[in-house]
T-cell receptor, first 111, second 114 residues
Framework: DQQVKQNSPSLSVQEGRISILNCDYTNSMFDYFLWYKKYPAEGPTFLISISSIKDKNEDGRFTVFLNKSAKHLSLHIVPSQPGDSAVYFCAASIVGNQFYFGTGTSLTVIP | ETGVTQTPRHLVMGMTNKKSLKCEQHLGHNAMYWYKQSAKKPLELMFVYSLEERVENNSVPSRFSPECPNSSHLFLHLHTLQPEDSALYLC?????????????FGPGTRLLVL
């Protein structure tokens, strides 16, 4: 059974608007979360992370929010740019153990 | 350039063939990983090597055989595969085998088993 779920396989957003990608997890023991971005024909690249002691982490246009009570993670991209068009994967782990990945959300930013 | 390379990028093989996937990392990392990504499924961790020793093996069928001759190279030897093994195989590396360490991925090998 999947422990990390991304229920939206795709998302389209106008350039300049906010993109919100969502991720849900089932294991309340997870204490470290991250987002990867993947372009076609390339491997995933690390984007941003957050530990369970925080509820928000920001890096430029990218902000990750963590709601532990809801077991929910989201990635906000503001403002969205055409170069952000890619597949975004969330992943979760218990520190010292393996990561569990979601199935990915394909983001298209429309110019 | 992620510093992790994989060859070949594409591979078509029959069920009776034997082939190997190669991964090389140029980052000086101590841990290397094999992942499998099937269509519409999450990345699945297959094997983890830390300092050339296998530390994780997630119930992978024996038709997949990993080899880590040194900390820079990782192989996945394939034999008598099944069509359902067709997938994208990703290699990754990280500084150490700790879940807080960022993993750097290669571009993957797209495998088709006929």
């Amino acid at each position: 059974d999947q422990q990390v779920k991304q229920n939206s396989p795709s998302l389209s957003v106008q350039e300049g608007r906010i993109s919100i990608l969502n991720c849900d997890y089932t294991n309340s023991m997870f204490d470290y979360f991250l987002w990867y971005k993947k372009y076609p024909a390339e491997g995933p690249t690390f984007l941003i992370s957050i530990s369970s002691i925080k509820d928000k982490n920001e890096d430029g246009r990218f902000t990750v929010f963590l709601n532990k009570s809801a077991k929910h993670l989201s990635l906000h991209i503001v403002p969205s740019q055409p170069g952000d068009s890619a597949v975004y994967f969330c992943a979760a782990s218990i520190v010292g153990n393996q990561f569990y990945f979601g199935t990915g959300t394909s983001l298209t930013v429309i110019p | 350039e992620t510093g992790v390379t994989q060859t070949p990028r594409h591979l078509v093989m029959g069920m009776t063939n034997k082939k190997s996937l190669k991964c090389e990392q140029h980052l000086g990392h101590n841990a290397m990983y094999w992942y499998k990504q099937s269509a519409k499924k999450p990345l699945e961790l297959m094997f983890v090597y830390s300092l050339e020793e296998r530390v994780e093996n997630n119930s992978v069928p024996s038709r997949f055989s990993p080899e880590c001759p040194n900390s820079s190279h990782l192989f996945l030897h394939l034999h008598t595969l099944q069509p359902e093994d067709s997938a994208l195989y990703l290699c990754a590396s990280s500084q150490d085998w700790q879940a807080t360490e960022t993993q750097y991925f290669g571009p993957g090998t797209r495998l088709l088993v006929l």
